[in-house]
Structure formats: structure tokens, C-alpha cells
């Protein structure tokens, strides 16, 4: 073994002399070199290629160790800014993700930056050890081939001639050739096909690099853009912090509020699916719920199409939600609560008006009643009588009242029934314990059906605000129609006596049953002048007139003073031949009542809201005379039954209210001196009214006042784009037009992205009646 | 005269080693609980603030220098990298002029990003810091003299409650205290004054600072995706030529091999003729599904219609293939060019491309 390592030692020696001996021939010119320009020139542009290669990594290694530098410098500013962030600083969880964010996107980056160019350049570049060891070998396989070559030349040209020798130099250029040509074939096959790969291998590399950069740029953009802006709104926040005590807890909360709703007017269609669900599993209970409102909320808001020239900052917005689609959850739970706020002031602020307003005139109805009983006479008699007379006074301004308008108004009073019996009325309860069981029916029966429905009336002010358009409609509808009919009910008063007196009666006969006890006193006094006047049944009757007339004569305006003296004029020339000289004094009582109605109609019709006030107000003034009417009648039946009289003071309530059964006689012998009695009382009582109207009139001015903005009205804001109404509910708006808002009925469209709100220039010409529908509130700017 | 320098100086000295002295002994006495000392909780609570934020400060700065150093290697990094390239780019290459020209502006891009980097960030935070060190040294003037105020204060109340009662060593000390409590005052007083301001400006700077640097940011990496897109396109249609180039490599290839036969038959026609033939390399081109400019899928969340010629009709639920722009004018913000995938599908060609806005569509 070892003779044979010896042995192929030195082939190899033997082998590289002869290399050596050849190399020095042809550099001395005295052997010819085989040369391949063509195969030189591959092997020139492998060399390149190599350099290029191994240049392009040893670049591309940099450079990704740059993007990690860059990234980690990247996280540390974020992570500075992060430190240095107090918590109630504006945006404080923006930060946060942005930074997060920033840190995933750098991160991937790299990461993809590192898998699709360095494995890929590797790859690339273990194919070029190989070819280059094969390139080397065929050089020297070429100079073995051109030495064996030269070989066999001179033996052929030398002198001795040794066929031997020659034949075995022959087989061995033969060998020499078969193994160059062999590896030459190879390299001239494989040289030109790596020199091609290179432009795939650069397009690839290039490719994969720029793409990534030109995404991982474009998100990084974004992620920058919200940063800014989280910079701006902090800005202004600082702003505010600039005139204020920095530790202020209460001046950083409102902020923080009031740029909660914006967020969701882009998350709006994304959140309008899942609020369909909620509505259809949760029914609104307070009221009927809207047939339509599913449709829409499964529509949901449309998107605006952005327009081509300016989309930048909406559009971009579009991308910041997609990346931070789980961060804006949050502020839609938010946005919510400052609009709930609000609306439950505005509607303690609507009905605090109604309850001082209500009592207050009744109040002040009350106490003259009770200051003009002559405490002097009957002082044990009066002071019974007191409590029942507060009591019957308030009761009998509610049922008169009613009473009028179930008369004149049927169909309100059918469907004022249903409402009353459901609300039910604590006075009636307590009114039967004071009464017999025939009279406690009739009087439980009309209070029931008659007081409640002026709270049945009162309960429908905030539901009529509450309902949709339609409703609105309706109750202007029910409002114009008791306008209308007391209208009518006055008209006959004024034309023919005859047709008026059944009228009076009806509607007197209520409240004459009720006060009967408080006219015993009275009574007593007058029994005397009642004997010895006699009157006439129809001069007794215009008397009734003019007692109605002096108390409507306060509501009366001093403008139309004028028209009642040339009225006063006409009347009297009618009614002189028929009255006698001793009813002089009824004349101008009766023309002035007859005034009264025409005024009257005037303001109703031009107005209907104005209309509701007055008749109020003409109605309970009306209640006063009918109380001081039975006084007198109820004397002579004191007088003619002494025996009845010895029965009520053993049990006064009853024998009292066995009385209330004859209210009709007893008008009839009203005696004539009580007129100066009734008139020294009117008088009394007139300065009262007028208070309470004055107070009824302020009421109607504070209405008026109110009405510049609608009822709950919470902001304004501005038409940003076209939208045309899809429902009857919805409201159209049209570019550039202001909409007063005011709250939503329904969460779920209010969650759905749906405001609520009536156009501005629509409000001011039509006020209350304007139309009030639904919107999407992206369609739209919020203004200040 | 020697003399008289001599005293004027050692007389400083003294003075100095004096007040250290005095002030010395007025802290053991403090600590030792023996002299009450002036407190100032809200004062404390400033420099407290103070501090932080200085440190703050510092550290920020210190990441945004950083910031700006890893901005500079990447840049560098990029410009060798686009140099690398266009050295290995052939003129016979399609869009070399395009690549030069990206490769400029990129490097541009990096190096305006990087001065204005340098200008609104790093300058102003160094002016916001150099406010400091001033204000430092105040506050530890502030503290000596207040030293020397609750001394000055102890040595009148311990004079006056002396048995022996001068009254010309009363007056002194209560001039002194009266001066040392006024010099106190004074540099209490424009330090209260300062400190809250200086607090309340962290905030501004903050704000400028990242606003800046955000700012900058979104508009550099912006132009960059652009850029980078435009070179995206170039590599796609390079791609594309090479395809139509093999064929001419293939002839070439064949080309050389004839020529190489030729001259070994030349060398050797005395004896033996060539065996020898290059096998001929067939290279065959497939289909692909998809248009080779596609950059993404997006599917539609909204209907679209068009309201320009040039725009893409779309439909909820619709496949749309997102292709680059030909002109980089012609990108918009918030628009995207696309041709619907089952127009692809079924005609294999891009003749109904058209714009539409990204917003209404959803990446796949």
C-alpha cells in the first residue's frame, strides 16, 4: 500500500511538470494555445455576476439591519412618549395602539424583509462555488489536452520513426480530448443559463423588496396621520388648560364628552346590523313601536359616496377604522350619555310650568268665597259650611269645566273615557262619605266622568310630544276641536233668549247641586225683599243674563272698546219696548255679554293655540256666578217649610242635600233687591279673576317665548350631503340646510347612527306644526 | 499695595468660608431637631415636578437622537442598496431611466425627512432642555438662602431672649434677618412664578414635538410607498420582457455551440470529425390565473355607481382585482384602479379597469 501512494504522488508531480512545461511553450510562443473567445466571455460575465451577487447581500444585510435599528429607535420614542402621557390628557388609549400598532407593522416588516430577500440571495449565491471549481478544472483538462497535443506532433515530425510510440501518444491526446470536450459541453450549457437567471433573481428581489416597502410605507402613514391628529386634539385641550387651574378634575371631563359623539359617525355601518338584532328582541314597552323602524335599521345610514377631488381626511379615517376597528366599541357606549342628560332636563324643565300655574288661580278662586260669607250672621253655621265650600269650589271649577266640553264635544268625551277610568280620581273616594247614597251616585258619576278628563288632557301634553308627526296632528286636531265648540255653545247665548234657557239650566244645574249648604246663610236675609218684589218671569230670566255678563267683562280688550259702545247702541233700541223702566240697569250688562262672544271668536280663529288659553280662562270665571245663583233661590224654600228648616239642624248634612233636589223652583222666586247684593259680590270678586287671568296671560307670553327652539332641542347641525327620505318617518334634507335636533325616541336608532330633528327654516315659518323625522347623522356637521 | 490685594482677597475667602460654616451649623442644628425649619409643602411638590420632567426630557431626547441616527443608517443603507442596483441594471433593461430616477428620489425622500427631523424635533428639544440647568442652579441658590434665613431668624430670637440685653446687637441682627429674608423672598417669588409656567409648557412641547415627528413621518413613508410602488411596477414589466427574451437567449445558446463545434473540427480534421452537438434548451411559458400586475384582492362592502366615465361600477359581495396606476398622477387619495375578477375570469383582459374608492371596499 504504501509503494502505491508513492506511485500516484508521483502521477501528480509527473502531471504538473508537464502543465508547467506546457504553459512556458506557449507563453514563449513556440506552442499554440486552443482558445475559446466565446467560452471567455461567460466566464467573464460569471465573474460578475459573482460580485454582483455577493455585493447585493452584503447591501441587503445592511439595510435590514438599518430597518431593525430604525425600529428599535421607532419603539422607544413610542415608548418615551408613552411614559411621558398622563392619564387625563386627551387620547390616551389612541396612544397606545398607535404605538402598538407602529411596533407590529416595523416588526413584520422586518421579519418578511428578512424571508423573502436573504434566504432567497443564499440560495442564489451556493450556486457559484460549484461552477467555479468546474471552471478551473477545465482549464487545466485544456492544457493537458493541448500538451498531449503538441506531443504527438513531434514524434510525427521527428527523423526515427517508432510506429510504437506514435500510436500510444495518438490514444492518449484521444483521451486527453474526450474528457475537455466533456466538461466543456457542460459549462457551455449551464454558464449562459445562470448569466439569464440573474435578471428573474434581481426582478424577484427588487420586486418583493419594494413591494413590501410600499405597504408597510402606506401603513405606516396612516398610523402617523391619527398620531397627528391625536396631537391636535390634545393641543386644544392643552389650550384650555392654559386659562384654567392645572388639577381641575371638572374642566378635563366636559372635554372629553364632547368629542365622544364624533368618533361614531364613521362606525355607524358597522354598527348598524348588530343594533337590528336588539330591536327586534326588545320591543319598546312605553309605546307602540314603529312598523318601519326594523327596515330601516337594517338598512342603516347609507354611506356617502366620497367625492373625487377632496376624500383625503374621511377617506383616511376609513383606514384608521379598519385598524382600530376594536378601540371604537367603547366610544359608542360612550357617546350615549351626554344626549340622555339633556333630554331629562328639558323634560323636567316642561312640566314643572303646569303644576303652579294650575293651582294658583284656583286658589285665589277660592279665598274671595270664603272672605264674602258674613261671618256677622250665623257665626256656628258659617263654620261648618267653610270646609265643604273650599272643597265644593275647587270641585265645582273642574266639573264645570267638563261639563261644558262633554256637552258640546261628544266624540272627545268617548274617547276621554277609556283614559279616565284607567286613571281613576282620589277626591270622588273621598266626596261620597260627605253625601246620601241616591245623590252620592249622581254626583260620583258626573265628577268621574267630567274632572278626570281635564287630567286625562293633561297626562296627553308630554305623550302628544313624545309621539310621531301623526300624533302631533292628532292632538292639534282635539285642540282646535273644544276651541271650536264653546264657540258655538256662546253664539246661541247672544241671538234668541228663548233657545238659551234650557242651555243655562243644563249647565248650571251640576254646580247647584253641590254648594246648596253654603247659600243657607245667605238665604235667611232675604226672605223679606223676596215677598214683596213680583217680577215677571221673562224680566227674572234677562236678569240671569246680565249676572253671566259682568264676569266675562274682565277677559274683554281695551281695543275693542269701540265696537262694544256702537253694539250698546243697536241693543237697546231692540230691546226697549220690551223691558220695563225698573229693569233699566239690566240693559248694559246684556249688550256687553253680547260683545263678548264676537271679540271672542276673532283671536280663536286666527289662532288656535292662543284660543285654548282664553276659553280657559272665560270658563272658570263662568263657575264663580253659578255658585252665588242658587244663594238666593234656595231663601224662600228655607222660609215656607219651617218645619224643613227644624229638620236640618237636626242633621244639617242630610236635610242640605235634600234641598240640591229642587234647584229649578227656587230660581224662579228670586227676589229683586238681591241684585245689589250680587253686584256688591261680583265686584268682589272680579279683582281676583282678573289676577288669575293676568296670571293665565303671562302663561300664554312665556309659551310664545319658549317657542324660538323646539320643546328638548339639543344642538344644530349642518346638511353635508343630499338625503332623500326613504320612509315617511325620515326627514329629506337638501345640502347646506340647519336642523334643530332633539332626542331620539329610540335607542336603537340613535345606536344605529339616526338622529332626530326638524329643518330650521321649516320650524320658523311653521313652528309646532313643522315636520320632525329621522336622518343619518353622517350626513351631517355637527355647529357650535 | 500687594498687602492691600492680598486682604481684599483673603477677606472674600473668609466671608465665604464663613457662610458655609454658618449655614453648616444651622443644618446639624435642624437635623438635630433643635431649630424649627421653614417648610414649603407646595414648593417642594414644584421642584418634585420639576425633576420629572427634566428627566423626562432627557430621556426623550435621547430617543429622538436615537431616532434620528437609525433614520440616517437607513438611510445610507437604501442609497447603497439603490446603488447596488442600478450598477447591475442593464441599458438594454426596460425602464433604466425610471430606476435611476426612483433611486434619486429616494434618496432625497430619506434625506429631506431626516434635515426636517433634525430642525422642528431635536432643535426644539434642545431649546426646551437648556432651559434647565438655569433653573436648577436657582433652586439650589433658593435653598441656600433659605438656610440662611432660618438662621438669621434663630440668631434674633436667641439674642432677644439673652439675659443680657443689647439692644445695638438686636438691631443688627434684625437687619440682617430683615435682609436675608428679603433676598429669600425675591428668588422665592420668580421661582413660584416660574416652575408652574414651565410645568404647564411640557405639554406644548409634547404636542409640537410629536406632532412634528408624526407630521413628517406620514408624509415621508406616504412619497416612499409611492416610490416604492413605481419600482414594484418596473420589476413586474422587466418580468415581463425577460419572458419574451428567452427565445432570443435560446438561438443565441445555439449560436455559440455551432461555433464552438467549428473550432474543434478545425483542430482536429486530420484525424477524427466532431461527436459532439449542444443539446438545445426548450423553455415553455404558462398561463396564470391572475392579470401579473395584480397587487391585491378587496371585496365590496357598499354599492358603487359610477358617476365618471373612467369609474367602476360595483356591487355588494363583488371580487375586485386591484391593479397599479399607469400614470402615478393619476393616483388619488382614497381611490384604488381595480377590474372585477369575474370580468377577468371570463375575458382575460384588462379593458374594463376603472377607479373606484377604496372606503367601500375591504382588503382580502
Known amino acids: ?784 | 499695595m500687594a498687602e492691600v490685594g492680598k486682604g481684599v482677597n483673603a477677606g472674600k475667602l473668609a466671608s465665604n468660608v464663613q457662610k458655609r460654616l454658618t449655614r453648616a451649623q444651622e443644618k446639624v442644628m435642624q437635623k438635630l431637631g433643635k431649630a424649627d425649619e421653614t417648610k414649603d409643602t407646595a414648593f417642594e411638590e414644584q421642584v418634585a415636578n420639576f425633576n420629572k420632567q427634566m428627566n423626562e426630557g432627557t430621556k426623550l431626547q435621547k430617543d429622538l437622537k436615537a431616532y434620528l441616527l437609525a433614520v440616517k443608517t437607513m438611510h445610507e443603507c437604501s442609497k447603497r442598496l439603490h446603488d447596488c442596483l442600478a450598477e447591475m441594471y442593464d441599458p438594454e433593461w426596460f425602464g433604466k431611466e425610471e430606476v435611476d430616477s426612483i433611486a434619486e428620489d429616494t434618496d432625497l425622500l430619506w434625506q429631506d425627512f431626516h434635515e426636517k427631523l433634525l430642525d422642528n424635533a431635536v432643535i426644539s428639544m434642545d431649546a426646551y432642555l437648556a432651559q434647565f440647568p438655569d433653573i436648577k442652579a436657582r433652586i439650589a441658590k433658593r435653598e441656600r438662602k433659605l438656610v440662611d434665613f432660618d438662621s438669621a431668624r434663630h440668631h434674633f430670637a436667641s439674642v432677644q431672649k439673652g439675659k443680657k440685653k443689647d439692644e445695638a446687637k438686636i438691631a443688627k441682627a434684625e437687619e440682617d434677618l430683615g435682609r436675608a429674608q428679603k433676598v429669600f423672598e425675591e428668588i422665592n417669588y420668580d421661582l413660584q412664578e416660574e416652575l408652574p409656567t414651565l410645568w404647564n409648557s411640557r405639554v406644548g412641547l409634547y404636542v409640537n414635538t410629536f406632532r412634528s415627528v408624526s407630521g413628517l413621518e406620514e408624509t415621508f413613508h406616504r412619497d416612499m410607498g409611492k416610490l416604492n410602488q413605481n419600482l414594484s411596477d418596473i420589476m413586474t414589466k422587466l418580468e415581463e420582457q425577460r419572458v419574451a427574451k428567452k427565445g432570443v437567449t435560446t438561438a443565441s445558446t445555439g449560436k455559440s455551440d455551432d461555433a464552438a463545434n467549428h473550432n474543434q473540427e478545425t483542430s482536429d480534421a486530420p484525424k477524427s470529425p466532431s461527436k459532439n452537438e449542444a443539446p438545445t434548451v426548450t423553455n415553455g411559458s404558462s398561463d396564470t390565473e391572475l392579470p401579473p400586475s395584480v397587487l391585491f384582492k378587496v371585496k365590496t362592502m357598499h354599492d358603487y355607481s359610477a358617476t365618471d366615465s373612467d369609474e367602476l361600477d360595483l356591487k355588494a359581495g363583488d371580487i375586485v382585482l386591484v391593479l397599479p396606476f399607469a400614470n402615478p398622477d393619476e393616483a388619488d387619495d382614497g381611490w384604488l384602479m381595480g377590474v372585477k375578477e369575474s370580468h377577468w375570469l371570463q375575458n382575460k383582459n384588462l379593458l374594463a379597469k376603472g377607479v373606484f374608492p377604496e372606503n367601500f371596499t375591504q382588503k382580502l
Open chain 1, 1 to 784: 500500500m504504501a509503494e502505491i501512494k508513492t506511485g500516484i504522488f508521483a502521477k501528480n508531480v509527473q502531471k504538473r511538470i508537464n502543465r508547467a512545461q506546457e504553459k512556458v511553450l506557449q507563453k514563449l510562443g513556440k506552442a499554440d494555445e486552443t482558445k475559446d473567445e466565446q467560452f471567455e466571455q461567460c466566464v467573464q460575465n460569471f465573474k460578475r455576476q459573482e460580485f454582483e451577487g455577493s455585493r447585493l447581500q452584503r447591501e441587503m444585510k445592511a439595510y435590514i439591519a438599518a430597518v431593525k435599528g430604525m425600529q428599535q429607535a421607532s419603539m422607544n420614542l413610542t415608548e418615551s412618549l408613552h411614559e411621558v402621557y398622563e392619564p387625563d390628557w386627551h387620547g390616551k388609549d389612541d396612544v397606545m395602539t398607535i404605538g402598538k400598532n407602529c411596533d407590529a407593522l416595523w416588526e413584520d416588516f422586518h421579519q418578511k424583509l428578512v424571508d423573502s430577500t436573504i434566504n432567497t440571495l443564499e440560495t442564489y449565491l451556493t450556486q457559484f462555488p460549484d461552477l467555479k471549481v468546474r471552471v478551473a478544472k477545465r482549464s487545466r483538462k485544456l492544457i493537458d489536452y493541448d500538451s498531449a497535443r503538441h506531443h504527438l506532433e513531434t514524434l510525427q515530425t521527428s527523423t526515427m520513426r517508432n510506429e510504437k510510440r506514435i500510436a500510444k501518444a495518438e490514444e492518449d491526446l484521444k483521451k486527453a480530448q474526450r474528457v475537455f470536450d466533456d466538461l466543456n459541453v457542460g459549462l457551455q450549457d449551464e454558464l449562459p443559463t445562470l448569466w439569464d437567471s440573474r435578471v428573474g433573481f434581481y426582478v424577484s428581489t427588487f420586486k418583493n423588496v419594494s413591494s413590501l416597502e410600499a405597504r408597510f410605507h402606506r401603513e405606516i402613514s396612516f398610523l402617523c396621520h391619527k398620531l397627528y391628529e391625536v396631537m391636535n386634539k390634545l393641543a386644544e385641550q392643552h389650550s384650555d388648560k392654559m386659562f384654567t387651574i392645572q388639577g381641575a378634575p371638572s374642566d378635563s371631563g366636559p372635554l372629553r364628552l364632547a368629542r365622544t359623539p364624533s368618533p361614531p359617525d364613521d362606525e355607524s355601518p358597522d354598527s348598524s346590523p348588530a343594533a337590528s338584532p336588539n330591536h327586534t328582541l326588545r320591543p319598546t314597552s312605553p309605546g307602540p313601536p314603529r312598523p318601519k323602524s326594523p327596515s330601516q335599521l337594517k338598512m342603516g345610514p347609507p354611506k356617502p359616496p366620497p367625492p373625487k377631488v377632496t376624500p383625503t381626511r374621511e377617506l383616511q379615517q376609513e383606514q384608521i377604522i379598519d385598524l382600530f376597528d376594536g378601540g371604537f366599541p367603547e366610544i359608542s357606549v360612550t357617546s350615549p350619555q351626554p344626549n340622555e342628560r339633556p333630554g331629562e332636563s328639558l323634560l323636567d324643565l316642561d312640566f314643572d310650568p303646569f303644576k303652579p300655574d294650575t293651582s294658583t288661580p284656583i286658589g285665589q278662586t277660592q279665598s274671595p268665597v270664603s272672605q264674602t260669607l258674613p261671618w256677622d250672621l250665623w257665626t256656628g253655621d258659617a263654620a261648618q259650611p267653610a270646609q265643604p265650600a273650599t272643597d265644593a269650589g275647587f270641585t265645582a271649577n273642574w266639573a264645570a269645566d267638563f261639563g261644558s266640553s262633554a256637552t258640546t264635544v261628544t266624540d272627545e268625551s268617548a274617547n276621554t273615557q277609556p283614559a279616565a277610568d284607567g286613571q281613576g280620581w282620589p277626591p270622588a273616594d273621598g266626596w261620597p262619605t260627605d253625601s246620601t247614597p241616591q245623590p252620592q251616585g249622581e254626583t260620583a258619576t258626573d265628577e268621574d266622568a267630567t274632572v278626570p278628563t281635564f287630567m286625562a288632557d293633561f297626562d296627553k301634553m308630554p305623550e302628544a310630544e313624545a309621539e310621531a308627526p301623526e300624533g302631533d296632528v292628532a292632538e292639534g286636531e282635539g285642540e282646535a276641536s273644544p276651541a271650536s265648540e264653546p264657540e258655538g255653545g256662546e253664539g246661541p247665548v247672544t241671538t234668541p233668549p228663548t233657545d238659551t234657557q234650557p242651555e243655562e239650566i243644563t249647565a248650571s244645574s251640576p254646580p247647584a247641586e253641590t254648594p246648596t249648604s253654603t247659600v243657607e246663610s245667605p238665604v235667611s236675609a232675604e226672605p223679606e225683599a223676596a215677598e214683596q218684589a213680583e217680577l215677571p218671569v221673562e224680566d227674572i230670566e234677562k236678569e240671569q243674563l246680565s249676572e253671566e255678563s259682568p264676569d266675562s267683562v274682565p277677559v274683554q280688550e281695551t281695543e275693542k272698546e269701540s265696537p262694544t259702545e256702537a253694539a250698546l247702541a243697536s241693543v237697546e233700541d231692540k230691546e226697549s219696548p220690551i223691558e220695563e223702566t225698573p229693569t233699566i240697569d239690566a240693559k248694559p250688562e246684556e249688550e256687553t255679554s253680547s260683545l263678548e262672544a264676537r271679540p271672542g271668536d276673532e283671536p280663536d280663529n286666527v289662532e288656535p293655540k292662543p284660543t285654548d288659553e282664553p276659553d280657559k280662562v272665560e270658563t272658570q270665571p263662568g263657575e264663580v256666578p253659578d255658585n252665588i245663583e242658587p244663594k238666593p233661590g234656595d231663601a224662600p224654600d228655607n222660609v215656607e217649610p219651617q218645619p224643613g228648616d227644624e229638620t236640618s239642624k237636626e242633621g244639617a248634612a242630610n236635610n242640605g242635600n235634600e234641598e240640591e233636589k229642587m234647584p229649578i223652583p227656587s230660581v224662579v222666586i228670586e227676589p229683586a233687591s238681591s241684585n245689589e247684593g250680587d253686584d256688591d259680590r261680583d265686584g268682589d270678586i272680579t279683582s281676583p279673576i282678573a289676577t288669575g287671568d293676568n296670571g293665565m296671560i303671562a302663561d300664554c307670553q312665556t309659551t310664545k317665548d319658549s317657542s324660538g327652539m323646539p320643546p328638548r332641542f339639543l344642538f344644530k347641525v349642518e346638511t353635508m350631503h343630499d338625503f332623500e327620505a326613504a320612509n315617511p318617518d325620515e326627514l329629506e334634507l337638501k345640502k347646506g340646510d340647519i336642523v334643530l335636533v332633539v332626542p331620539t325616541e329610540l335607542a336603537e336608532d340613535q345606536d344605529a347612527g339616526w338622529l332626530t330633528g326638524i329643518r330650521e327654516s321649516d320650524w320658523q315659518q311653521r313652528g309646532a306644526s313643522a315636520k320632525k323625522g329621522l336622518f343619518p347623522e353622517n350626513f351631517t356637521q355637527r355647529l357650535e
